[in-house]
């Protein structure tokens, strides 16, 4: 199936609108009208209509076949890259991009489990608890954006990853037992990278310097520190270096604040233990 894209911008919309002029010409060359094309690779006429007037993001899937059955030489599956930025909100382009240019990513979560933590089941249960109810579609788009800024973990050289998790994040019961164990074998299992420290803030601490929410901190690669902030409808990007030194603080303290990486790791495992 194809997906129309959530929180469609100009931009993206540019990228997809130039797909589907290069598959309608495509079509065209070969001879073939939308519902022929869509009965050989196994979508209706509407979604390859939608898809030549860029309204929709066609799937991995439905490029390859188009590619194939119009013979096209690796032109049309060769757009799987741009489509998928496309596919994605302006908010998580933007944010993936800067993850992609940092040497250093340091986090600190304290309602859940941080986005390049979370395991496929652990993303779609949090988007299907939104309000306003998110569409299917918008559910399916949102966790493949997820899962694709993850990709960040595995960038060669590695970059340094620092991620402090409120205790209460490994113990909400999300989604059920089974989704939280899955989760928890995934934090130890990324805790245990070489490049990745992991550390659990427990809840009995008496002294506490992130009171005032959750925060992201990126050094990229130009020597720049970005941070992030999310809460319920602002996501802000900060700059400004005064800002960025008050974050910096906050972070150093929490991480002293924490358990150790080797003391988080075994505090992790006895919580799966008792999930």
Not at 4 to 25: C, F, N, W
Not at 48 to 62: D, H, L, Q, T, Y
Not at 191 to 218: C, F, K, M, S, W
């Amino acid at each position: 199936m194809s997906v129309e894209p959530y929180g469609a911008d100009e931009e993206s919309a540019a990228v997809l609108r130039t797909v589907g002029r290069v598959i309608k010409m495509c079509r065209e060359r070969a001879g073939l009208t939308q519902a022929a094309l869509g009965a050989q690779i196994g979508y209706s006429e509407e979604q390859v209509s939608s898809v030549e007037r860029g309204r929709r993001a066609p799937m991995e899937e439905f490029l390859h076949a188009a590619d194939r059955v119009l013979e096209a030489d690796g032109l049309i599956s060769a757009l799987k890259g741009d489509v998928e930025k496309a596919r994605f909100p302006k908010k998580v382009r933007d944010l993936a991009q800067l993850e992609a240019q940092a040497v250093e990513l340091c986090a600190y979560a304290n309602h859940v489990v941080h986005g390049l933590l979370q395991t496929p089941e652990y993303a779609r249960v949090l988007y299907g608890m939104r309000r306003p109810p998110y569409s299917e579609e918008q559910v399916d788009e949102l966790v493949v954006a997820r899962l694709a800024r993850q990709r960040v973990l595995d960038e060669q050289p590695a970059p340094v990853f620092s991620f402090v998790q409120e205790e209460v994040t490994l113990r909400r019961p999300l989604g059920g037992r089974m989704v939280m164990r899955k989760q928890l074998e995934q934090l130890l299992e990324v805790g245990r990278r070489r490049n990745v420290e992991i550390q659990v803030l427990p809840t009995q601490r008496e002294d506490h310097a992130g009171l005032a929410g959750a925060l992201q901190l990126l050094r990229l690669k130009d020597g720049h520190t970005v941070g992030h902030v999310e809460v319920q409808l602002l996501n802000r990007l900060i700059s400004d270096p005064r800002e960025i030194q008050i974050l910096e603080i906050r972070y150093g303290i929490i991480r002293a604040q924490a358990l150790t990486p080797r003391e988080s790791l075994a505090f992790i495992e006895k919580v799966l233990g008792e999930t």
